[in-house]
């Protein structure tokens, strides 16, 4: 079943092209990576999603409604946790938080008890002591206790630490096991490959490419360190060789996938002592996106 669908979105502000035909299909139980850096559109795209703003062309829907004409019933299957947390600064964390799950009418405050001991918050605060973790956690806390459909999560552990960046990772992943979506904005590219089912990487206002992990690893390096008994001179022959670097006999390459075999056919008719290799990581990837489209 889809759940959020955008159809050639496209936003101007004046004369500013923010947005430019994107589209993005979003499917129940899925967590969906969006990632670029910042000024790419992410937000912006969020904030067509959730009817803040809305777009110059294009139609997006949420449930099958229009996210615009019909925000206010679609919010209700929604939790949103921004990267810049506001909260009204007289109320305490807890107060906060409690206004946040009564919105929907939904209220579980055995869940809700639940994440503040997870992420170890202290709810008797005033908030305007908090830091901007703690503001952060907050949001966080609010949407892991509501009951909804939908997770849109822009750039959500900003001000955690390591440890509550673990346990927001594991939260994420119960919400999928619950069958709920997740769309997770991100420029932390570690923190997307350990989640995400697919992903989508926008430069510019574009989307420039977007699938599952597995599809998009043809498009990446393997990293290769090589020992062997006789000097490699033909290596830099071989299509799909990059960035050769070379420590007395050890050699430290990029690979290209598709020219795994033909490469190794040649390494270890010169005699491998030794052979050490990491998968393509997403931030290859994205780096070579921007490379190939003149980014710095």
Known sequence: MTVLQLDRISKQFGQFQALNQVSMELKQGEIYGFIGPNGAGKSTTIRIILGMLQATSGSATLFGKDVWRDAAEVHKRCAYVPGDVNVWPNLTGGEVIDVLLKMNGIYDKKKRDHWIERLQFDPSKKSRSYSKGNRQKIALIAAFASNADLFILDEP????????EHVFQQ?????????????????????????????????QGEIIEQGSLKDMRHLTRMHIMVE????????EQYKGIYDVEEQGNILHFQMDAEQ????????SQQGIIRLES?????????????EQKGGR
């Open 157 to 164: 552990t900003s001000g955690l630490d390591p440890l509550m």
């Open 278 to 290: 990491s998968p393509p990581k997403l931030e290859d990837l994205f780096m070579r996106h921007y």
């Open 228 to 235: 062997t008994r006789y000097p490699l001179h033909e290596l």
């Open 171 to 203: 939260g994420v992943q119960e919400v999928k096991d619950n069958g709920k979506t997740v769309l997770l904005s991100s420029h932390i590219l570690s923190e997307v490959e350990k989640l995400c089912d697919r992903v989508a990487i926008i430069r």
């Open 260 to 267: 795994t075999e033909p490469v190794m056919q040649y390494l």
